[in-house]
């Protein structure tokens, strides 16, 4: 899969280019190495990498709703509420270096950060990430670290 500019997947199946790429991003080559993230022509490893940290792990795609799911199933589902608060942290500070302490589903039940929030945290992201970043702390629950794919 292959991230476009407006964050949407793309299933590309079966390219051996991107696999090629996939297996050579090196972290170690890139994080925690006090490089600046090149989000300007980001070169094919680095978004390989990114991708693979941004991916939701195989145990946790059962959260999600079926794909055969029809509209008016998907609009009867319970989902977090979206509070209109107004949120004054910066996007870098919700990031942690880390490991997560807590599994998304224990997350499901809490209100998600505004839109404008999240908008921030995907952009400081791969700063964060560069910096050793590798997981996300929700300043409501100051003790609770969550994987990082939970951007996504």
């Not at 989000?39 to 978004?47: E, I, K, M, R």
Request: aromatic share 6%; hydrophobic share 35%; with cysteine.
């Amino acid at each position: 899969m292959a991230t476009t500019t407006s964050g949407c997947l793309i299933d590309i199946p079966n390219d051996p280019s991107i696999e090629e790429t996939a297996r050579a991003w090196n972290p170690y080559d890139w994080l925690k190495q006090g490089k600046v993230y090149p989000s300007n022509d980001t070169p094919p490893v680095v978004l390989a990498g990114r991708q693979q940290t941004l991916s939701l792990c195989p145990k946790h795609t059962v959260l999600l709703p079926e794909q055969q799911l029809s509209i008016i199933d998907l609009l009867r589902l319970d989902l977090p509420t979206q509070p209109s608060v107004l949120v004054v942290q910066q996007a870098m500070s919700w990031f942690h270096t880390m490991e997560p302490n807590e599994d998304i589903r224990n997350v499901c039940s809490r209100p998600l950060p505004p839109v404008k929030v999240i908008q921030d945290l995907q952009k400081a992201f791969g700063q964060a990430w560069f910096d050793g970043a590798q997981s996300i702390i929700d300043p409501h629950h100051t003790h609770s670290r969550l994987p990082l794919f939970c951007l996504e």
